[in-house]
């Protein structure tokens, strides 16, 4: 009996681990701390935001995005006009979740990444988002970076 109650204890206790990926292509894949971020082209930031927003592999505005599409959007510090030069960002957190835009009906999907510059560039954050339902499910990494096409990419680190 008491082999019995370890062997259900143990059990318990492993289905509780989160489960890990190495495929970017898998819902469980996490971007590792030190990865780095590269932006491949330039990057136009209007007068009036702190922000430039890519989807479907092409620049665009907050007005003229899907939200119900995968969309990025690279935030930085100070309002535009100006252009970010393509430059290598290290990664130094990211955070995946959602959050209701109308309950029940409409749910915001989201990654963040959070990045670091060498260069002193004032870059702060991509967030990476999409509206769904309930029934939906957060975006791979793969998924992200088809939405970011030649704009960025990624380079992993190796997990410790």
Known sequence: MKKL?????VFTVSSCASFHS???DS??????KGSTLSLNKKLSIS??????????GKETTDRDKNDYEINCRLDVKEF????????DFKVTRTEDGQNWISQPS???FYTEIY??????????????????SQND?????AEMQTALGDYFSFTFAAEK
């Not at 819902?27 to 590792?32: A, R, V």
């Open 22 to 24: 190495t495929d970017p």
């Open 106 to 108: 409409i749910l915001r």
């Open 137 to 141: 499910r957060n975006f791979t990494v």
């Open 47 to 56: 007068h009036r935001d702190t922000h430039a927003v890519i989807q479907q």
């Open 5 to 9: 109650m370890l062997l259900i204890a």
């Open 115 to 132: 990045l670091s510059s060498d260069k002193g560039t004032d870059v702060i954050k991509m967030v990476c988002q999409e509206y769904g």
């Open 80 to 87: 535009g006009p100006r252009t970010i030069e393509p430059e």
């Open 27 to 32: 819902l469980e894949f996490s971007i590792p």
